[in-house]
């Protein structure tokens, strides 16, 4: 059975490990896209066609292949979280976060190459948090690991202390719906299961 070769466009360290989780082999390739959109689009739209344009970004770069590029955002209230700009946007995010239930939306867009075959997709899950007080927060801001995520924090890590509840699928709040993943490339006719060798 031939086996394409997978890249990932992302330079995430949660989604190289969730694909190493599944021992699925493959190569991280670099993309620099443009992620302004315009604001009224809905978050499902956002995060899809920012998957898109990695993909393809991605795909400039390749000649054969199979693309899986993704992109997550935390959505309260109907506003989109971004990564936080420094510690002090960091906690302003958390605070808003505690005692409420917010989404977590990931784009998926898995592009073969040749013939650039796109399929386009996307998973919510929908997370609680506990109310934390002040200072756990400063103290979850000041590890650092806040500074570089969607919504200002990790569901793997330190902020799993704050998480009361989620529903849905976990591994989107992580980045990467690997469900949603999995049946995606099956329809391009991998099966994942077939690099467990």
């Not at 993309?31 to 991605?58: C, F, I, N, W, Y």
């Not at 990931?106 to 997370?127: A, K």
Request: glycine fraction near 6%.
């Amino acid at each position: 059975m031939f086996l394409p070769t997978i890249y990932l466009a992302s330079s995430s360290p949660r989604r190289r490990d969730l694909l190493n989780q599944i021992n699925l082999p493959h190569i991280v390739i670099a993309t620099d896209v443009d992620e302004s959109l315009p604001g009224e689009m809905p978050p499902a739209e956002q995060v899809m066609e920012l998957s898109r344009r990695k993909a393809r970004a991605a795909a400039r770069q390749l000649a054969v292949g199979v693309i899986i590029a993704a992109d997550t955002v935390v959505v309260l209230n109907n506003e989109v979280l971004g990564k936080p700009e420094n510690e002090a946007d960091a906690l302003a995010i958390l605070e808003r976060l505690q005692g409420a239930t917010h989404e977590v939306y990931t784009g998926l867009t898995v592009l073969e190459l040749p013939g650039e075959r796109v399929l386009t997709d996307f998973e919510r899950t929908t997370v609680k948090m506990r109310e934390a007080d002040r200072a756990e927060l400063m103290r979850y801001v000041q590890s650092g690991e806040p500074l570089d995520k969607a919504g200002a924090y990790g569901i793997q890590g330190l902020a799993s202390v704050f998480v009361e509840g989620i529903r849905g699928c976990y591994f989107n709040v992580v980045g990467l719906p690997i469900t949603r993943l999995v049946l995606m490339l099956k329809k391009m006719d991998i099966d994942v299961s077939a690099y467990w060798r």
